[in-house]
Every structure is written in structure tokens, then in C-alpha cells.
């Protein structure tokens, strides 16, 4: 009897073990839900909406965004790492991927709990002002700063935002802290820069840009160590004095832990296919998103991008933690 039940056992193993690839191969039957841990209408909103039209053509299935927001994109990471690892369920996420672990004392996940797919894109970041603030540059709004500190304000787009490590880095380079506002994304704070709420922020290219242009905002430099094609006249800010403000985002497509490999391989494969669909690449490129090669759009560079973007961050949110509110 007791053999009899050991050889049951060790059949039905191995008949789950064989049915597995069958499973994978017919992925996905389904819709797959694209969580995105920002509120719409912000850069990483912007970058997965794209992504997911496009991933839709090669999936043959609906690719729906998510926007599960708050607390610096970790509510809507969580919600991922608690979701089925069937492969319905991804996360896009950008640089807060590395930096969450160090901002944060208590995580309701671990960076572990995902696998990655693979990168999407990087942004640069420009250091904007409200339009009538009496600063052009980054060398007048130190000077406007350091008349007053406690009355000049900043505006960022959530703890562990690009927005918040890009004001760390700002005024830790400084030596000299200034009122911090904390929105719930990139939208909300946008929206108040422009009608005048407060003085300065620091934010990706996809939500600048355009304000920008049409004269809403004014820019003071960006934060990449080039110039960038949309705003050729704004100096970098490295020439501007402060090489140590350089902040790039990167946005990739995590699955939850335990997802099959044959499922996340199909997956990057069809991430590889939008990132060469030329409706993708034109929309990118709009928003000055650089997007990423075929080698990068893989589950091992992002990897090892998050890891090296992790040991970089760790020590300097450390050091500029006085500055952090």
C-alpha cells in the first residue's frame, strides 16, 4: 500500500512537471494586467502606456495599465509581489527599484520578490522653475536659495521618486536644505509648478519638456551628463557647477517571483518586439526617453542594472539624509 501510494505521488509530479512547458506554450489565454505604482499621466504612466499598446500586437492579448499609486511606488510594487506568478500580472517600474530599500525602514516586499523582464528606456531629468521665479540658471537660483532658505520650496513626486533623489542630491550638493513638498506623482506636482505653488523641482523629460516649450515652466539645466536634443539650450549640470546632481530614470518590466521561464522569456521577447516597433521608438523619442537595445531589453541586464543602481544610491541616500523630509 504503501508503495503503491509513493509511486501515485511520484506520477503526479512528474505529470505536473511535464504539463508546465505545455502551459507555458499556450501563454498567454488571457489578458495580462500591467501595474504601474504612479498615478496617470506621469512619466512612468506615459512610458508603460505605450509599452502596452504595443506588446499587445505581439501577445495577441489585451495588455491593461494598472495605476496603483501611493507611498512612492511601493503600494502598486507590493500589490505585484502578492499577485499570482502566472504571468497576468507585471510590474513597470523605473530607478525606485533600487532606491525603495534605502529610503524605506519597513517594506511590505523585497526586491527579490520580482523577477525582472527586461529594460524599457531612460529619461533625464531637468531641474524646472516656476515661470516667474527671479532665476534663470542653476547659479541665480543659488543665489535666490541662500537669501532665505525656509521660504524657497520644492516640489517632488513622492518618496523614492526620481523627483525626490534628484532634490536629495540638489541639496546635498549645496550644503543647504529647502522646504520640501511631496505630491502623489509627477501629474499633481506638475500642475502646481505651473500655477505658481511653489519654486523649483526636479523631473523627467516626458513631463517637462512640453511645459518647457510652451513657456509654463522654465528650465535651469538637466541632469544628464549631455545636453538633450529637445532643450539643446540648456546647459547640463555639470556645466553648470554641479557634476554630483546627475540623475538618470530607467524604467523596466518586472514579474512576479516564481513565474515560469518560459513565460518570462515570451514576455521579453514580446518587449523586445515593441521596443523595435517604430510607432514606439517615435513616441520615445518625443518624450526624450533613450530606448533600450536589444541586449538590455533582457531579464539579466536589468538585473544587473537594479543591483549596480543600488550599491550607487545606498551611500548617497545616506549621506543625504539631513536633507530628506
Known amino acids: 500500500m504503501q508503495k503503491k501510494s509513493i509511486a501515485m505521488l511520484a506520477g503526479a509530479a512528474l505529470a505536473a512537471i511535464l504539463s508546465a512547458p505545455s502551459w507555458a506554450a499556450d ?52 500589490k505585484v509581489a502578492r499577485s499570482p506568478a502566472d504571468g497576468y500580472w507585471l510590474l513597470l517600474n523605473n530607478i525606485g527599484m533600487a532606491t525603495t530599500p534605502s529610503l524605506y525602514r519597513s517594506l511590505s516586499y523585497k526586491p527579490d520578490d520580482f523577477v525582472p523582464v527586461g529594460l524599457v528606456a531612460t529619461m533625464p531629468t531637468v531641474i524646472i522653475a516656476r515661470k516667474d521665479l527671479p532665476a534663470s540658471n542653476l547659479e541665480e ?66 513631463s517637462t519638456v512640453p511645459f518647457v516649450e510652451s513657456g509654463k515652466v522654465k528650465a535651469l539645466a538637466v541632469t544628464s551628463r549631455q545636453r538633450i536634443p529637445q532643450l539643446p539650450q540648456v546647459p547640463t549640470t555639470a556645466e553648470s557647477g554641479l557634476p554630483a546632481v546627475d540623475v538618470g530614470v530607467w524604467h523596466g518590466v518586472y514579474a512576479p517571483r516564481g513565474t515560469p521561464r518560459e513565460v518570462v ?55 543625504a539624509a539631513e536633507y530628506a523630509d
Open 27 to 78: 501563454y498567454p489565454t488571457k489578458s495580462i494586467t500591467m501595474v504601474v505604482p504612479y498615478p496617470p499621466g506621469g512619466p512612468t504612466d506615459i512610458v508603460a502606456r505605450v509599452l502596452a499598446a504595443s506588446m499587445e500586437k505581439s501577445l495577441r492579448q489585451p495588455v491593461v495599465v494598472d495605476n496603483t499609486s501611493g507611498a512612492g511606488g511601493t503600494v502598486g510594487s507590493g
Open 141 to 206: 537660483l543659488l543665489a535666490y536659495i541662500r537669501k532665505d532658505p525656509a521660504k524657497v520650496n520644492y516640489g517632488h513626486s513622492g518618496i523614492g521618486s526620481a523627483a525626490h533623489l534628484c532634490g536629495l542630491l540638489y541639496q546635498s550638493a549645496i550644503q543647504t536644505r529647502v522646504t520640501t513638498v511631496a505630491y502623489k506623482g509627477a501629474a499633481p506636482a506638475m500642475n502646481d509648478i505651473m500655477s505658481g505653488q511653489f519654486d523649483f523641482m526636479c523631473e523627467q523629460t516626458s
Open 265 to 319: 522569456d515570451r514576455l521579453s521577447a514580446a518587449l523586445g518586439e515593441a521596443l523595435r516597433d517604430p510607432a514606439v521608438q517615435k513616441r520615445y523619442l518625443e518624450i526624450g526617453a533613450v530606448i533600450a537595445t536589444p541586449e538590455e531589453g533582457a531579464p539579466a541586464p536589468l538585473m544587473k542594472l537594479q543591483q549596480s543602481e543600488s550599491a550607487r544610491w545606498a551611500p548617497i541616500i545616506k549621506a
